[in-house]
């Protein structure tokens, strides 16, 4: 034991004595307060889709270490990479790393592929949920069966067939606390895919897949391409397209940092001010209102609201009950249709010819709902008769003219109307 203990002395001493020179060691390691898990996609006995010259893993890999190397150039950024060589990694070990890690986001990148087509080009990003397209379902599909590489996947992923649409039931019943996160760094990719990247943009839409399914954090699953294009697979292997599709990356990775952290400091700031001096500051995770909420009234910001006290979101209690839900303001619910990053005029083709959308903005994007109402089946009926036009629309509640945990929100709904 006594050894021990002058072993662990001397290998503190050896670490203090060793970041003496680099005196920026400590304070760097203290500002590292983002972490991002990078995923390239596949590897090792598992190729990915296989072009005409190139295989999936290597661009997602080429692409990966260059958004690493990228992401250096931000001191507050940590980066984790679940490989840095064409090595095969389980499915779920991917986001155990990123788990084990508290990582604050998890990037898998990946490129697509269309069997029966050669032209199809473009760049896409998905999040955790379930397909209402045929197309987003047979990407989820393809993506998933990388599990059959591993010989044991019928139990380790609890009897889940990547090739049985009925597998995917699991999806609907998933509610994913990190949605609204998550779908607001699928837009910013999206925006720097089209932007930054030329690519035609594909869209952000939302799908089963298996890696983003035990995520702790927001995550996104990024599609660069189409490795069956040959003229899209020439650009995703050449060192323009992959440097260019990792800038592309990093620049939104950033954006979304940025205003995460500004809101952490904010909230920070405010719980200070709310505080009796010396009580320590719990770390805020803003946008997960509901779960930070129950660990402890942690205060969140809200952003225009003037006071401190104002800005103090309420406890939320694991039980809403129906006096809760009566005195504290209605819970209404809706079905979002599209986010976009300016307003748009109510004639605007995205709606699709749909009228009265209403819209709320979120970090400056602008979400467009639909069908507003207090009863969450009506707004579920909502939802099915516009599927066919909006495939990945989703509900979303609201309480007080706030965002709020859909989750929590039907919890509420069902105690209320409980006979
Ligand atoms: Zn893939």
């Excluded at 990966?64 to 090595?87: C, F, H, M, P």
């Excluded at 050669?118 to 397209?133: C, F, H, V």
Aim: glycine content about 6%; some cysteine.
């Amino acid at each position: 034991m006594n050894l021990t203990n002058v072993y662990m002395r001397g290998f503190f001493l050896l670490i203090l004595w060793s970041c003496i020179p680099l005196l920026s060691c400590i304070s760097t390691a203290q500002a590292q307060n983002f972490t991002v898990v990078i995923d390239a996609g596949h590897g090792g006995k598992d190729p990915g889709a296989v072009g005409k010259i190139a295989k999936e893993k290597d661009i997602n890999l080429k692409v990966a270490l260059k958004l690493g190397e990228l992401l250096k150039n931000q001191s507050d950024i940590k980066t984790i990479y679940t490989r840095k060589s064409d090595v095969f990694i389980a499915l779920d070990r991917r986001t155990q790393i990123a788990n084990e890690a508290a990582a604050d986001l998890f990037v898998s990148i990946h490129t697509n592929a269309l069997p029966n087509s050669r032209t199809y080009m473009g760049a896409s990003t998905y999040t955790l949920g379930l397909s209402k397209s045929d197309a987003n379902l047979a990407v989820a599909k393809r993506e998933n069966a990388v599990i059959m590489y591993e010989s044991d996947y019928q139990t380790r992923y609890a009897g889940f067939n990547p090739n049985s649409s009925e597998s995917y039931i699991i999806f609907e019943f998933m509610q994913d606390k990190y949605m609204s996160q998550s779908v607001h760094l699928a837009d910013l990719l999206q925006r720097q895919f089209k932007s930054h990247c030329k690519r035609t943009d594909r869209g952000v839409h939302q799908a089963g897949f298996l890696v983003l399914k035990t995520a702790a954090m927001p995550s996104v699953l990024i599609e660069l391409g189409f490795i069956s294009s040959p003229e899209e697979e020439k650009y995703l292997v050449s060192e323009n397209g992959t440097s260019t599709l990792a800038r592309g990356i990093y620049n939104a990775i950033v954006s979304y940092k940025d205003e995460q952290l500004s809101q952490r400091a904010e909230a920070e700031r405010l719980a200070r001010t709310a505080r009796p001096e010396g009580k320590p500051v719990p770390k805020v995770i803003p946008d997960s209102i509901p779960e930070a909420a129950l660990e402890g009234n942690i205060p969140l910001p809200i952003v225009n609201t003037p006071t401190p006290s104002a800005a103090v979101r309420p406890k939320a209690t694991p039980e809403v009950t129906k006096e809760k839900v009566s005195t504290d303001g209605k819970i209404t619910f809706a079905v979002q249709i599209l986010t976009s990053t300016e307003k748009l005029k109510p004639t605007d083709y995205r709606f699709k010819g749909l009228k009265d959308a209403e819209h709320y903005v979120e970090r400056g994007i602008y979400k467009y709902i639909y069908g507003s109402s207090d009863n969450y089946e009506q707004v579920l009926k909502t939802r099915r008769t516009i599927a066919s036009k909006f495939k990945d629309a989703w509900i979303v509640a609201f309480q007080n003219g706030k965002r709020i945990d859909t989750n929590q929100a039907v919890e509420a709904y069902k105690q209320q109307n409980k006979r």
